[in-house]
């Protein structure tokens, strides 16, 4: 699935580039430019395809490594009581 959303990725950049609808006046739904209502359905295609990379080429492992390194500090492994405050400050 990786593969796949790097080339819908490489798609959509080059439908990015709308040279079709350039010079073109219709107008649809009575007052939209065409080229307006497809950059507005290219955008819902972009948040979708990122929904997908997302879902599928998250790297989850780097996640659960990152959710297991937090855990231990928390329990106290070489940590003081003082270790709150952010600036060095005493309370």
Known sequence: ???AVWIAAAVLALLHQDLWF???RTIVL???PI???YH???SIA???LWVLAL???WPTELEEWAEG???DTERGSGTNANSDTRDGASP
């Open 22 to 24: 350039w010079d073109n």
């Open 69 to 71: 390194g937090d855990q």
């Open 46 to 48: 972009c948040a979708c």
């Open 55 to 57: 879902k599928f080429c």
């Open 35 to 37: 080229g307006l209502l």
């Open 1 to 3: 699935m990786f593969v």
């Open 30 to 32: 009575g007052v939209l």
């Open 40 to 42: 507005a359905v290219f």
